[in-house]
């Protein structure tokens, strides 16, 4: 009991240093974000800050060690700390206000949404901590390569093959608290993925209030979110790394549209590019589903021509900068080690398989099991917008969507399995590739509800307007 209650103390010993990096790096970027709001960046910001460092440190042949790993960045989090404090102390007038929060008591129907919410982590939390990593791609791969980096003391990927070219944000991570552990448990462990679940639901639920929806709509729509299928409850307690590219994904997408619609705070540009970078360091589709917001942002911007659109499309380099920050370190430290990026992934394209997977796509957005009535929700609330898709930043959501659902059946089409097997590849994988494009799907669903509720249309106004 001692012995479990020690590790335990020292595994939220690490999960505080983590989220502490990542907080204060997203109030320096972001300083007009509340509170929740910097939690909720903060817990992913401070995953990919330490994940990155740690693979610098193998890069310059380093092993692992807590002091050589989190005094350098506890160091950074100090000095940024005493930036922010100097600027405000210097320039209070310039220190942007945060959202406003309400004033007013919470009312039945919050406390029935954050009572349902707090069911949910009741039961996801257990799940979590009383099974070991059990999931296939768990044990093969993303568990697996932690157990080795662990004992190893680096990322070393000599002597196996386990996907050896993918990503290794989740791998390190697991790494980096089996390190403060100092053992490898597999019961502990995966106590970060509810957690990073919670950091998921808290930024939604900031972005939702910034489109211009009341507490408890906001709350609701969190909750309905969360609650819709079993696709985001699995991801909650699963060593994977689908929830950690669907988190970055709701930064990525969600800090770009509220830049759009000019409801973000100062700074979110810089900010939204670390999401970036969590894109390709997370799994090995974050590059392709990044150029997809990109693109869908420059086509909005150049459909909507706003005042000053050459220096927006300019200020989209911070994006761009935040995708290259994930995507090269890993690529050049596998070029340098001679890991070869796999070409099991395309080896032909084939129209029998994307005729498969037409239906197979349609019926897993109609499916209640994977996400509830996610999906048909999000089409009616796209056809409640109706002209404004064309008139306002919520086309850069349609065509974010529309570009991903035919980047997964091309995906589907050059994907290199048998005739016998395909069915089977696509039951393991499409609830996956969904549930990476549902934070934009929670996005559009906010939008209808203000269209609905003919709330003030400021928070996604046209971008002709004045500002």
Same mark, same amino acid.
């Given at each position: 009991?001692?012995?479990?209650?020690?590790?335990?103390?020292?595994?939220?010993?690490g999960?505080?240093?983590?989220?502490?990096v990542?907080?204060?790096?997203a109030?320096w970027?972001?300083?007009?974000?509340?509170?929740?709001?910097?939690?909720?960046?903060g817990?992913?910001?401070?995953?990919?800050?330490?994940?990155?460092?740690?693979?610098?440190?193998?890069?310059?042949?380093?092993?692992?060690? +807590?002091?050589? =790993?989190?005094? @350098? &960045?506890?160091?950074? %989090?100090?000095?940024? /700390? #005493?930036?922010?404090? *100097?600027? $405000?102390?210097?320039?209070?007038?310039?220190?942007?206000?945060?959202?406003?929060?309400?004033?007013a008591?919470?009312?039945?129907?919050?406390?029935?949404?954050?009572?349902?919410?707090?069911a949910?982590?009741?039961?996801?939390?257990?799940r979590?901590?009383?099974?070991?990593?059990?999931?296939?791609?768990?044990?093969?791969?993303?568990?697996f390569k932690?157990?080795?980096?662990?004992?190893?003391?680096?990322?070393?990927?000599?002597?196996f093959?386990?996907?050896?070219?993918?990503?290794?944000?989740?791998?390190?991570?697991?790494?980096?608290?089996?390190?403060w552990?100092?053992?490898?448990?597999?019961? +502990?462990?995966? =106590?970060?993925? @509810? &957690?990073?679940?919670? %950091?998921?639901?808290? /930024? #939604?639920?900031?972005m *939702?209030? $910034?489109?211009?929806?009341?507490?408890?709509?906001?709350?609701?729509?969190?909750?309905?979110?969360?609650?819709?299928?079993?696709?985001?409850?699995t991801?909650?307690?699963?060593?994977?790394?689908?929830?950690?590219?669907?988190?970055?994904?709701?930064?990525?997408?969600?800090?770009?549209?509220?830049?759009?619609?000019?409801?973000?705070?100062?700074?979110v540009?810089?900010?939204?590019?670390?999401?970036?970078?969590?894109?390709?360091?997370?799994?090995?589709?974050?590059?392709?589903?990044?150029?997809?917001?990109?693109?869908?942002?420059?086509?909005?911007?150049l459909?909507?021509r706003?005042?000053?659109?050459?220096?927006?499309?300019?200020?989209?380099?911070?994006?761009?900068g935040?995708?290259? /920050?994930?995507?090269?370190?890993?690529?050049?430290?596998?070029?340098s080690?001679?890991?070869?990026?796999?070409s099991?992934?395309?080896?032909?394209?084939?129209?029998?398989?994307?005729?498969?997977?037409?239906?197979?796509?349609?019926?897993?957005?109609?499916?209640?099991?994977?996400?509830?009535?996610?999906?048909p929700?999000?089409?009616?609330?796209?056809?409640?917008?109706g002209?404004?898709?064309?008139?306002?930043?919520?086309?850069?959501?349609?065509?974010?969507?529309?570009?991903?659902?035919?980047?997964?059946?091309?995906?589907?089409?050059?994907?290199?399995?048998?005739?016998?097997?395909?069915?089977?590849?696509?039951?393991?994988?499409?609830?996956?590739?969904l549930l990476?494009?549902a934070?934009?799907a929670?996005?559009?669903i906010?939008?209808?509800?203000?269209?609905?509720?003919?709330?003030?249309?400021?928070?996604?106004?046209?971008?002709?307007?004045?500002?």
């Amino acid at each position: 009991m001692i012995e479990a209650t020690l590790l335990l103390m020292r595994l939220t010993l690490g999960l505080t240093g983590m989220l502490a990096v990542g907080y204060v790096l997203a109030t320096w970027l972001a300083p007009g974000f509340t509170r929740l709001e910097r939690v909720g960046a903060g817990f992913g910001l401070g995953a990919l800050v330490v994940t990155l460092w740690m693979l610098a440190l193998s890069s310059l042949r380093l092993y692992f060690s +807590l002091p050589l =790993i989190m005094v @350098p &960045l506890l160091a950074l %989090a100090g000095g940024l /700390l #005493l930036v922010i404090k *100097l600027g $405000r102390r210097g320039h209070p007038e310039a220190t942007p206000m945060p959202l406003p929060i309400t004033p007013a008591p919470y009312g039945l129907w919050d406390l029935v949404f954050i009572g349902l919410l707090v069911a949910l982590f009741l039961f996801v939390v257990p799940r979590a901590l009383m099974y070991p990593v059990w999931a296939w791609d768990a044990i093969a791969m993303w568990g697996f390569k932690a157990r080795v980096f662990f004992l190893r003391g680096a990322v070393d990927l000599s002597g196996f093959e386990a996907h050896n070219y993918y990503p290794n944000l989740v791998p390190l991570l697991v790494t980096y608290l089996s390190l403060w552990m100092g053992e490898i448990n597999d019961l +502990l462990v995966k =106590i970060v993925f @509810p &957690l990073w679940g919670g %950091a998921f639901l808290m /930024l #939604l639920f900031g972005m *939702l209030r $910034r489109l211009g929806l009341g507490r408890t709509l906001a709350l609701g729509l969190t909750t309905f979110f969360a609650l819709n299928g079993i696709t985001f409850t699995t991801h909650l307690h699963i060593v994977y790394a689908d929830l950690a590219l669907t988190y970055f994904a709701l930064g990525a997408v969600g800090l770009v549209y509220l830049w759009l619609t000019e409801a973000a705070p100062p700074g979110v540009l810089p900010l939204a590019a670390l999401f970036f970078a969590g894109l390709p360091w997370s799994k090995f589709e974050g590059s392709p589903m990044a150029g997809t917001i990109l693109l869908a942002a420059a086509l909005t911007l150049l459909w909507l021509r706003p005042p000053r659109l050459a220096r927006r499309l300019a200020l989209l380099a911070w994006p761009v900068g935040g995708l290259l /920050l994930g995507y090269l370190p890993w690529r050049l430290f596998a070029t340098s080690h001679g890991i070869e990026t796999g070409s099991d992934h395309i080896l032909g394209f084939y129209l029998t398989q994307l005729l498969q997977a037409l239906p197979a796509l349609l019926i897993a957005l109609i499916n209640p099991t994977l996400f509830g009535i996610l999906w048909p929700t999000t089409a009616l609330a796209l056809v409640y917008c109706g002209k404004k898709i064309f008139t306002t930043p919520i086309l850069f959501l349609a065509l974010f969507l529309a570009g991903n659902f035919l980047a997964i059946l091309l995906a589907y089409a050059v994907a290199p399995t048998s005739p016998s097997e395909f069915h089977l590849y696509l039951r393991g994988t499409l609830d996956r590739l969904l549930l990476h494009l549902a934070p934009a799907a929670a996005l559009v669903i906010g939008e209808g509800v203000n269209e609905l509720l003919l709330r003030e249309p400021s928070p996604a106004a046209d971008l002709h307007s004045p500002t």
